[in-house]
């Protein structure tokens, strides 16, 4: 399935209910007995818990809240997203497939028994539609596509019934401004799913985006992942790097320990090329991956490399640089079980420039014609075929 196609899935259809955050307004909250003022409290703890990579401290907070209130929804979809984020986090492991699943049909059935009494309950259809968002983009994750659709497309539904019941709300507007900004963004680069789309309401992008910031400024539990919606926006899809650097500054400067708030942090120095920060950002990276920190990961590792080496790279630096290069090449070989990815792509064009301004032209003719026996990706068959014509310089 195509990059794009699945980003819509993630996105546009899935990810319609992102996270559990979706709850009436502070004025109202007392109407929920699982918002009392310790549950609140535990509940704004553990997910800075989970956002900071501290699982243990945040299950602690979420089976607290499961044992003062068993019969309602919040404690089990919590300790649900303890997992979800163990699965991001240990992207080549499988050990928390189940375990995860389990608590979300966990979190589905108290949700049902609530509904089967009154199936307006606002918080039971909120933590319903949670779940099954996020089974969905656990779907999409181990690519059963027909699963994931199935899932984003009735915890949609349950979104269009809870905009019914509060339009208004902040923590709703993250779900709203998702579909808002993807129903009409995704049909435009990709043409082939615009027939999709006849059949849900159609979208818009600059109120999506407004929504978004309304969420991430005024949510009472939906900011941050507001933020980093919004942050995936402006840097995958706008390429408003200095957005996403703003926003990418301010999560890991209270979530230091989020591996992916520190990888689109390093991504913006990158984009735009504050080359001392990008080369010292992604050491330490690097640094934390050889301590085996939690998330950081090897492929966090092979994207480490191949930032430093191109810092160097910019910097002149090119046996240093090659270094790097062939470290993540090595990396690269293990990792990529489908072909070759984009690292190893791009890493062995710049070893070709390396060699071409050392005067190593026919080793660097060897790197352009192994970069055309790949599949292209971006631009790299057209550099090869220039680089091949005449050497690179600077």
């Known amino acids: 399935m195509p990059k794009l196609q699945r980003n819509f899935a993630n996105y546009c259809v899935v990810s319609l209910f992102v996270f559990f955050w979706s709850l009436l307004p502070p004025k109202v909250l007392s109407q929920w007995p699982v918002m009392k003022t310790d549950a609140d ?26 044992q003062k209130y068993p019969q309602l929804p919040a404690g089990y979809f919590l300790d649900a997203m303890v997992d979800w984020w163990k699965i991001n986090s240990f992207r080549n492991s499988r050990d928390y497939d189940r375990s995860f699943l389990d608590k979300i049909d966990k979190v589905i059935k108290v949700c049902d028994g609530i509904l089967d009494t009154n199936e307006f309950e606002i918080s039971a259809l909120f933590f319903k539609g949670g779940a099954l968002g996020y089974r969905g983009r656990f779907h999409v994750v181990r690519e059963n596509w027909f699963r994931a659709a199935s899932d ?27 579909y808002n900004y993807f129903a009409e963004v995704l049909p435009e680069q990709n043409p082939s799913i615009k027939p999709l789309m006849l059949f849900v309401p159609k979208g818009d992008r600059k109120l999506g985006i407004l929504q978004l910031k ?70 330490k990276i690097l640094d934390w991956c050889n301590q085996k920190k939690i998330g950081f990961d090897l492929l966090t590792a092979r994207e480490a490399l191949y930032y430093i080496g191109s810092a160097l790279f910019e910097k002149n630096q090119f046996d240093e640089a090659l270094q790097y290069f062939y470290k993540c090449d090595e990396f690269s070989r293990k990792l990529d079980k489908d072909g070759p990815s984009a690292f190893m792509i791009y890493l ?24 055309l026996s790949w599949k292209n990706y971006r631009d790299s068959h057209e550099q090869a075929k220039k680089y091949l014509q005449s050497p690179f310089t600077r």
């Not at 989970?50 to 602690?60: H, K, L, Q, V």
């Not at 890991?252 to 735009?272: A, E, H, I």
Request: with cysteine.
């Open 41 to 66: 409290s535990l509940v704004r703890m553990g997910a800075d818990y989970i956002y900071n990579m501290e699982f243990d401290s945040a299950e602690i907070c979420f089976k607290t809240v499961i």
């Open 214 to 283: 309304a969420s991430a400024k005024y949510s009472r539990y939906a900011k941050v992942e507001a933020m980093l919606v919004l942050l995936q926006i402006y840097y995958d899809f706008e390429k408003d790097y200095y957005s996403a650097y703003e926003l990418a500054k301010e999560l890991v400067q209270k979530y230091p320990n989020n591996p992916l708030f520190q990888r689109y942090y390093g991504r913006c120095l990158v984009s735009l090329y504050y080359l001392d920060e990008w080369e010292q950002h992604w050491r």
């Open 152 to 178: 984003g497309y009735t915890a949609f539904k349950i979104l269009l019934k809870c905009l019914e019941i509060a339009p208004n709300n902040y923590d709703i507007m993250l779900g709203t401004g998702i």
């Open 348 to 371: 062995n064009l710049k070893v070709g420039k390396i060699y071409d301004l050392q005067g190593k032209r026919q080793y660097a003719i060897m790197q352009y014609n192994k970069v």
